[in-house]
């Protein structure tokens, strides 16, 4: 099993920046793909970025791309996403998702673990 925890959400600004972290522990090897989805009030979790722990191969959702930035450190088995330029749109739960395999998927259904989510507010 892989425990997942999430820190690093708030309240914030059009316009502002805030970076999310996600913190592994247990059976950490199995987690090859890792990755960040979020979900809105009334709508489907939708994926916004992946990273391949062993290559660092990084993938967005195209409503991100430029302003969200995905890394890791594994050293310390953490997952970050720095999110800058934010719009009142990315407001929503921000949750932390591992997989095994190598390959990212942008479907939430195919990541084994999951943490347990941290929101993310962005005023106009």
């Known amino acids: 099993q892989v425990q997942l925890v999430e820190s690093g959400g708030g309240l914030v600004q059009t316009g502002g920046s805030l970076r999310l972290s996600c913190t592994a522990s247990?059976?950490?090897?199995?987690?090859?793909?890792m990755g960040w989805f979020r979900q809105a009030p009334g709508k489907e979790r939708e994926f916004v970025a992946a990273?391949?722990?062993?290559?660092?191969?990084?993938y967005y959702a195209d409503s991100v791309k430029g302003r969200f930035t995905i890394s890791t450190d594994n050293t310390k088995n953490t997952l970050y996403l720095q999110m800058n330029s934010l719009k009142p749109e990315d407001t929503a739960v921000y949750y932390c998702?591992?997989?095994?395999?190598?390959?990212?998927?942008?479907?939430?259904?195919?990541?084994?673990?999951w943490g347990q989510g941290t929101q993310v507010t962005v005023s106009s």
């Open positions: 998702a591992a997989k095994r395999g190598f390959t990212y998927s942008t479907t939430y259904s195919v990541y084994d673990y």
């Open positions: 247990g059976r950490t090897s199995s987690a090859y793909t």
């Open positions: 990273i391949t722990r062993s290559g660092g191969v990084t």
